[in-house]
């Protein structure tokens, strides 16, 4: 099937600094990758769709120049942690539509912790 | 706005004991259905779905059924296996064309031999 990569599957950086999280499509091409958050024991929500060649949709509440989200090509949408926080310890995952309908397929999770 | 509650883990049974996971959801609309299974280290992979009322999704032995009126999306299955251990995940997608998922907080299921 269908696989979705993420790069790096974790990192730990200091406060302040910018974080990179890359998503990739294997073997597909996704003009739409979506990006979620996950909290421990919470649900995975979603922070923003990233569009192939056009400007990210973020959700409410979600700041856009927090979390940078550029997808420079069919197979490829890049998320950039800005001046990192405590906060932004998270476990980000993002994921692209299958062909089936309301399908996606996950990547396997960046999990970010900042000191 | 449209969410999903789902039974909060973790679910520890024995080896080829019955499984139900309980979901419930809110949603304006027609929303489709999804089940999704987490295996440690890996990403989020589709376990079965179901897009309209009364249709049952299935796969690997785990069923769920659409239930409209009492807004439920149960996972079930008859004899569970080690290798089932994983977080499952209840979601729906509310359609007319977007694909954007709202998930339920998951449920850790872990099977002993």
């Known amino acids: 099937g269908a696989v979705v990569s993420q790069h790096p599957s974790w990192v730990i950086c200091k406060s302040g600094t910018s974080v990179k999280i890359e998503c990739r499509s294997l073997?597909?091409?996704?003009?739409?990758m979506f990006w979620y958050r996950q909290f421990p024991k919470q649900s995975l929500m979603l922070m923003a769709t990233s569009n192939e060649g056009s400007k990210a949709t973020y959700e409410q509440g979600v700041e856009k120049d927090k979390f940078l989200i550029n997808h420079a090509s069919l197979t490829l949408s890049t998320l950039t942690v800005t001046s990192a926080h405590p906060e932004d310890s998270s476990f980000y995952i993002c994921s692209a539509p299958g062909t089936g309908e309301g399908t996606q397929y996950f990547g396997p999770g960046t999990r970010l912790l900042v000191l | 706005g449209d969410s999903v509650t789902q039974m909060e883990g973790p679910v520890t049974l024995s080896e080829e004991a019955c499984l139900t996971i309980n979901c419930t959801y809110t949603a304006t609309g027609y929303p489709s259905l999804f089940w999704y299974v987490q295996y440690p280290g890996e990403g989020l992979q589709l376990l079965l779905k179901?897009?309209?009322?009364?249709d049952k999704g299935s796969n690997k032995g785990f069923e769920a059924t659409y239930r409209k009126e009492t807004t439920s999306f149960h996972l079930e299955k008859g004899s569970v296996q080690v290798s089932d251990s994983a977080v499952y995940f209840c979601?729906?997608?509310?359609?007319?064309?977007?694909?954007?998922?709202?998930f339920g907080t998951g449920t850790r299921l872990k099977v002993l031999a």
């Open positions: 073997d597909f091409q996704a003009t739409t």
């Open positions: 979601a729906l997608s509310p359609g007319s064309g977007t694909y954007k998922y709202i």
């Open positions: 179901a897009t309209k009322a009364d």
